[in-house]
């Protein structure tokens, strides 16, 4: 079974500062990785995914994770926070294309001014 | 361009009351899920469907059950609702291509009282 572990369910940065949100995931099999992000009162918008084209990979407003394999993880991460960034980040994981994502608890990110 | 729809957005239900919470999609996605979202538990599975007339048990279906008639839709019905079923529901549709990522509708917030 697919499990997905956000360390820290709440972050908070300073603006400007850097975002670090962490996520490792177990699974037997090479996984589809994700990170959504849900802003108060609305539903889930995809940041990022994995696709093994690349172990880094960009998403939108600035987001990055990279793919590291020998250490299960799949990290999101930001140089620079900006207000507008507090929101919850949820990593998920599939074992394949339609199965179901998997998703990890949550994490809230607090950006202070 | 509507993408996955849900409705009602809101609703408050006595214990024991029935209801249903529709889900349509208008990506012609084979695969849609329901989910539940508390607060710091990430988001449940409940039921998932991988296309018309086939639907599968997910990590929490007690209390609940689903119907997929066509591909467009994904109704989830509550019988007699309890307190633990006060939560947020979430729809979410996704292609059978590989590595796609899952489309979320707004959720419906559902208190039962």
Request: no cysteine.
């Given at each position: 079974a697919q499990s997905v572990t956000q360390l820290g369910s709440h972050v908070s940065v300073s603006e400007g500062a850097l975002v670090l949100l962490r996520c490792n995931y177990s699974s037997s099999v090479p996984p589809y990785l994700f990170w959504y992000v849900q802003y108060p009162n609305q539903g889930l918008q995809l940041l990022l995914k994995y696709?093994?084209?690349?172990?880094l990979v960009k998403g939108i407003n600035g987001f990055e994770a990279e793919f590291k394999k020998s250490e299960t993880s799949f990290h999101l991460t930001k140089p620079s926070a900006h207000m507008s960034d507090a929101a919850e980040y949820f990593c998920a994981v599939s074992k394949n294309a339609g199965n179901m994502l998997t998703f990890g608890g949550g994490t809230r990110l607090m950006v202070k001014p | 361009n509507a993408g996955v729809t849900q409705t009602p957005k809101f609703r408050i239900l006595k214990i024991g009351q029935s209801m249903t919470l529709q889900c349509t999609q208008d990506?012609?996605?084979n695969y849609m899920y329901w989910y539940r979202q508390d607060p710091g538990m990430g988001l449940k599975l409940i039921y998932y469907s991988v296309g018309a007339g086939i639907t599968d048990k997910g990590e929490v279906p007690n209390g609940y059950n689903v119907s997929r008639s066509t591909t467009e839709d994904f109704p989830l019905r509550l019988e007699l609702?309890?307190?633990?079923?006060t939560s947020v529901y979430f729809c979410a549709s996704r292609s059978r291509t590989v590595n796609t990522e899952a489309f979320f509708g707004q959720g419906t917030r559902l208190t039962v009282v």
């Open positions: 696709t093994s084209a690349a172990t | 990506m012609n996605h609702a309890a307190p633990s079923q």
